[in-house]
């Protein structure tokens, strides 16, 4: 199919150029942050009261700078119509604020009373696609500056603003009109942090709703927002009336393009109607906007905005001043509005093709370069991340053209007037919910009314990522609606109730276990105590046995020694000589005992037991020399107060029969003798022993009188039966 013709239109005008200017912003302990002096304007002349810039001083140092050494801020400007030759349009700021300690001043004014000292280098240009180079040589400048300690020599300052005023001269900054990736912005760091919501935030800003942008580091918050519009190509080149809501010159210039050049990648994006300007009458673009422009965001003639702010004082009235908060601190990205919620989600074609993006990024990405895959290839760089979100873009209104056509013709039984190799509606791959959304907007109504109604003869109306539903596809959708639910939001508060309960349930464990375990000790202790108190008690026991033992022992070895010396007595005694003298005593016994005793002689007889008048004590006679000693143990129990009796005269034989004494001898060969004089005898003999026998006796009693006798106690008492025989 041939191209249609299109209507020849006149050249768009060139743009009045703008010189950059320079101007420094203090910030004064009782007025606050004012404008101090300009470089590039006439003596004399401040723009800031002839542009009405009232805000200047409170953009170029943003709320939170002074918590940091070194930060940026980036910002819009109105620069109002002074004559009929210079219409109305935007200007960029961006601007270095830096911090100092006043004692290192060389000088310290009298009116610096803090203990430092805040100033902010701005830089004023009509285009921002130049802010990526510019803010590395505001950077210097500044710390060169302040680096002197002297902020009156300002020196430095002047011949920054004379070079950027002598490259705009010379045309250095037109060389190339396609700068949009010079931007100094990382589109592998936005695609990275929002992963499938990139895409998400794009749709969002062709349907042009308030768009609240929050973050603590102002730099980072401006250079997102400048990310987001550079995917749109040929945007940030066309922004000249982004800085206030009646602006509207972007759209009284456009013509519609006569001509077409395929191999011209700046033709076919004019002709095919990009840029899609999404700042026009009733938009605003505010990279930071302070709370001072907080009434210009609620003014009834502003439809529709991107700012972005660092005072959390808006989170508290999202809802007045956002259709879709994005807060770049926590990640997180809030739709207020449900019809935009709607309108925002994305289908299938839409997610396989941003997880097929940010899958080339992730596996590109390099920690300590993330703007610059670690492969250094082309796939998943910065360019290719640009011509994705190109073609997407082309394949989009293309699509949407075709839309039109295929309503057009909805009524043509044959067909012939559609693509053959198109089958059904290829918008129904964008969303329908997005397309009818967009066709709404004022971009879009800007876009269909200067652009061919065939331009899906040009780029083929089809998405990127169409075809039929996948396992994939299928796994995909079920995480996106999981995360749809919003499961984190709705349950934090449970989670953190839990968290809470769980430590509290920790430390009450940790403490029981703690308190079981001292108990545990406490009991090992204690039984280890009672065995060695037992083990102890067992030693003294066994101490004490064995000392009753030894004494016991020492014990029976004096039994045993005063044994041994009876026996020893009792083999000393010469039983023969012990006879003879036995046999001799009989003897003289019988004859005295049988001799006739006259009638004087026996009147004169007196007894052996005589008292004698000593009061009845027996009268003991020690033996004289010559008679033989008895042993005590062969006396018998006599009579000693009595005479003796015809019966005690008589002892019994070894038959049995009476024997007379004085004729008759025992068994064992002693002669019998009178009881009497044995009896007299011996206990002559045992006088001087009769002492040591009782302490025998009572030795014995002490060391157990009732135990059994032992060896030499019965041969003992064998002996003396032996003898009283």
Known sequence: MSLPPTPTTA??????????????????????????????????????????????????????????TEDFSYF?????????DTPPTSLFGISCTRQMDASQLLHRPADVTRSTVQKAVVVIADS??????LRERLSVVTAAWFAQREFSDVEILRRFQESLADEKARGLMHE??????????????????????TLVLLKCCLLQPKMLFFGTRCERLCLTQFSLVSLIPGLLRNLQDSAGPELNSYEKELTMPTSLRTSDRNSLLSYMGLPLQIFGKGSLFGPYTPLQQLDVLADF?????????????????????????????????????????????????????????????????????????????????????????????LSLIASVKYHAHLARHARNPHGVMLLPEIDGDPSHDFHP??????????????????????????????????????????QRRITQQVQDMHWDERFAQGKEVLGRNLAAGREKASTLFGRIYADMEGLREAQRRRVEEARQQQQQQQQQQQQQQQQQQQQVGEVRRMGLEG??????????????????????????????????????KQPLNNTNGNNGNKIKRRPVSGDSTV????????????????????MPSAGGKDTETTSKTNGNGIAAVHPEVANLAIREKKAGEIDDADETDDEKEKTGGGKPPSPLDTEAAKAQEVWGR
């Open 433 to 474: 919910d997005f397309v009818d959304a967009w066709q709404r907007t004022d971009n879009f109504r800007l876009w269909n009314t200067h652009t061919d109604s065939h331009l899906f003869d040009i780029v083929e109306p089809r998405h990127p990522c169409a075809g039929g539903l996948t396992i994939e596809d299928v």
């Open 11 to 68: 050249e768009k005008p060139p743009r009045q150029s703008f010189v950059p200017l320079v101007s420094v912003v203090d910030f004064h302990h009782a007025r606050g942050p004012e404008v101090e002096r300009w470089f590039g304007v006439e003596e004399g002349r401040d723009p800031a009261v002839e542009y009405d810039w009232t805000l200047l001083p409170f953009m170029a140092l943003s709320d939170g700078a002074h918590a940091l």
């Open 128 to 133: 921002p696609q130049y802010f990526g180079m």
């Open 176 to 197: 190339d009109e396609d700068r949009d990736q010079y931007l100094g912005l990382s589109l592998r760091e936005l695609v990275r942090e929002f992963r499938w919501q």
């Open 631 to 650: 042993p005590s143990l062969l006396t018998s129990p006599t009579k000693a107060n009595t005479p003796p009796t015809d019966e005690e005269n008589r």
């Open 76 to 84: 819009t400007l109105l620069r109002p119509a002074t004559d009929p």
């Open 567 to 604: 026996s020893r007595w009792w083999c000393g005694v010469d039983l023969a000589k012990a006879q003879q003298t036995m046999q001799s005593v009989g003897s003289k016994a019988g004859a005295f005992v049988n001799t006739p005793l006259s009638g004087s002689r026996a009147d004169e």
């Open 301 to 393: 003639g502003t439809k529709s905005y991107i700012v972005g702010s660092t005072n959390s004082l808006l989170l508290q009235q999202k809802d007045r001043y956002s259709d879709i908060l994005i807060n770049l601190d926590e990640g997180t990205i809030n739709v207020t509005s449900p019809s935009l919620k709607a309108a925002l989600q994305l289908s299938t074609p839409d997610r396989r093709w941003i997880d097929f993006i940010t899958q080339n990024v992730n596996d590109t990405w390099d920690e300590t370069n993330p703007s610059r895959p670690k492969t250094m290839g082309y796939v998943g760089s910065e360019e290719f991340i640009r011509v994705q979100f190109e073609e997407y873009l």
